[in-house]
């Protein structure tokens, strides 16, 4: 009788610098994030998309679910369960911290960028909280002619902008982009993606 | 030409009075999620880059619209269905 094949997966292995962008499209049904060759997101379809620069070590991806058990008196273990929550979320300290376009965009509902003569601001306030699509693009290990995409459709960042300012130190921003879905698309595909392309 | 992306105000720029009423429309038969009004009376912020009208085209296998909505989606964005429209009139 035949053994069965390992699988070690370490080709499958997240090894290499992302990309971060932010106000991409929104793909449509069956549809993902257009890219152009070289990994970034194709312009013609995102015209608006923003990179949101370098960071300091990378960055962390995640889905996650929390889910609550039932449990039968006559049982001693849950019986049943059910999905609670969704979250999806992307993490990262960027550093780009005096370009004030990507500020006023990690302050959704409160930052508002100024330019004039001789000046860029970030005025703040109160105004209408902005939920933008984006993504981590990264080249993968198992073909480096191929991307992933981690794409959330619907984010904004939660961790305000904070950054330590001095000599000795590179400043750099955590920003916590949070997912929100969009509760009109199709119930599988409200919130975000995480694909790759292959051959 | 075929549209690659479409925004309440490129929509608005080719059809005034209509940016809106053709935006929800595409999103609609697109997929896309239909964009809701905010506190402030515009569309959903997350929308502001747009939909993404070249990879919905792109799609192939059984996800992929039928090529009647693709060409209404097309005629809806300005695309060369609604040009051609135009010139024959």
């Known amino acids: 009788m035949a053994g069965t094949a390992t699988s070690w997966k370490t080709a499958a292995i997240a090894q290499n610098a992302g990309q971060l962008w932010a106000n991409l499209a929104i793909p449509g049904t069956g549809a993902r994030l257009t890219l152009d060759a070289d990994g970034t997101p194709d312009a013609t379809a995102n015209p608006s998309a923003m990179h949101l620069g370098a960071t300091k070590a990378g960055a962390k991806l995640m889905i996650k679910s929390s889910l609550t058990n039932f449990e039968a008196d006559e049982f001693r273990a849950p019986i049943v369960t059910n999905v609670d929550k969704i979250e999806m979320g992307i993490s990262a300290e960027l550093i780009g911290v005096t370009d004030l376009d990507l500020i006023e965009f990690l302050l959704p509902g409160v930052g508002t960028a100024a330019t004039g003569s001789g000046y860029d601001q970030i005025r703040v306030g109160i105004k209408a909280i902005t939920y933008s699509s984006v993504a981590c693009i990264f080249p993968l290990i198992e073909d480096t002619t191929k991307y992933g995409v981690f794409h959330i459709y619907r984010a904004l960042n939660d961790a305000g902008v904070e950054w330590a300012q001095s000599r000795k130190e590179l400043g750099g921003i955590p920003v916590n982009l949070v997912g929100y879905e969009i509760t009109t698309r199709a119930a599988t595909d409200t919130l975000g993606s995480f694909w790759k392309q292959i051959a | ?89």
């Open chain 2, 1 to 89: 030409m075929a549209i690659d992306n479409v925004t309440v105000e490129s929509l608005e720029k080719k059809f005034k009075g209509e940016g809106f009423k053709r935006f929800k429309a595409i999103a609609e038969l697109g997929g896309f999620g239909t964009p809701t009004i905010d506190h402030t009376g515009g569309v959903d912020p997350a929308y502001r880059g747009g939909l993404d009208l070249k990879g919905l085209r792109n799609v192939e296998g059984p996800d992929r619209l039928t090529d009647a909505v693709l060409a209404k989606i097309d005629e809806l964005a300005g695309g060369s269905a609604e040009k051609k429209a135009k010139e024959s009139n």
